[in-house]
């Protein structure tokens, strides 16, 4: 079982900036991918960033020279690192993390970005 523990949502105004953390934990792979996704209602959920252990690291269109995304293998966590935000980036913002055919979902972090 694993676990994907999300923090750091919350509201800003157009501009600002958001920095979201995941903690993964339970029986995880050494070798694995962790990202961020987001999904707005009615809509699919869509990649924002993923890294994988070993650094390669993957963004959306929408977000790249905005976001930033790290992790610290040691702790299992990811961080994405928003700037620039604007009212599009609005979502329910999803820690992921996988490996072969096993995927595991954290509850999902409300981003809001409004004046």
């Known amino acids: 079982q694993v676990q994907l523990v999300e923090s750091g949502g919350g509201l800003v105004q157009p501009g600002g900036t958001l920095r979201l953390s995941c903690v993964a934990s339970g029986n995880i792979f050494k070798f694995n991918r962790m990202g961020w996704y987001r999904q707005a209602p009615g809509k699919e959920r869509e990649l924002v960033a993923s890294?994988?252990?070993?650094?390669?690291?993957t963004y959306a269109n929408s977000v790249k020279g905005r976001f930033i995304i790290s992790r610290d293998n040691a702790k299992n966590t990811v961080y994405l690192q928003m700037n620039s935000l604007k009212s599009e980036d609005t979502d329910v913002y999803y820690c992921?993390?996988?490996?072969?055919?096993?995927?595991?979902w954290g509850q999902g972090t409300q981003v809001t970005v409004s004046s």
């Open positions: 992921n993390i996988h490996w072969d055919s096993y995927y595991y």
């Open positions: 890294i994988t252990t070993g650094g390669t690291i």
